[in-house]
Nanobody, 126 residues
Framework: QVQLVESGGGLVQPGGSLRLSCVAA????????IAWVRQAPGKEREGVSC????????YSTENLKDRFTISRDNAGNTVYLQMSNLKPEDTAVYYC???????????????????WGQGTQVTVSS
């Protein structure tokens, strides 16, 4: 059974940083791509970044890639999202999601992932 568990969210001031973690169980990162997707209040889910199975290639939403960095620890079956220079508009629930095989920029945009975590709240406010 696949399970994705996010952690690391919280309240942070504008300009601050957070690192989110996603621990994956029931799958291996060699075969599954992992994405970070966020959903702000009243808005649709937005793909942030994904890291592809096998080769670890990264795809990121263009307007976030300078501040948000995805990485993974295959040994720990964990994927991270390092977020810096956070802004109030980054406030959202952040989900990690998984899909078998490589990911792509197109997949990041349509957000059709096979598995989802429960999400972690990130609030950016002074």
């Amino acid at each position: 059974q696949v399970q994705l568990v996010e952690s690391g969210g919280g309240l942070v001031q504008p300009g601050g940083s957070l690192r989110l973690s996603c621990v994956a169980a029931g799958l291996t990162l060699d075969y599954y791509s992992i994405a970070w997707v966020r959903q702000a209040p009243g808005k649709e889910r937005e793909g942030v970044s994904c890291i592809s199975s096998s080769d670890g290639k990264i795809y990121s939403t263009e307007n976030l890639k300078d501040r948000f960095t995805i990485s993974r620890d295959n040994a720990g079956n964990t994927v991270y999202l390092q977020m810096s220079n956070l802004k109030p508009e980054d406030t959202a629930v952040y989900y990690c999601a998984a899909d078998f095989g490589p990911c792509s920029r197109a997949e990041l945009q349509v957000n059709h992932w096979d598995y989802w975590g429960q999400g972690t709240q990130v609030t950016v406010s002074s």
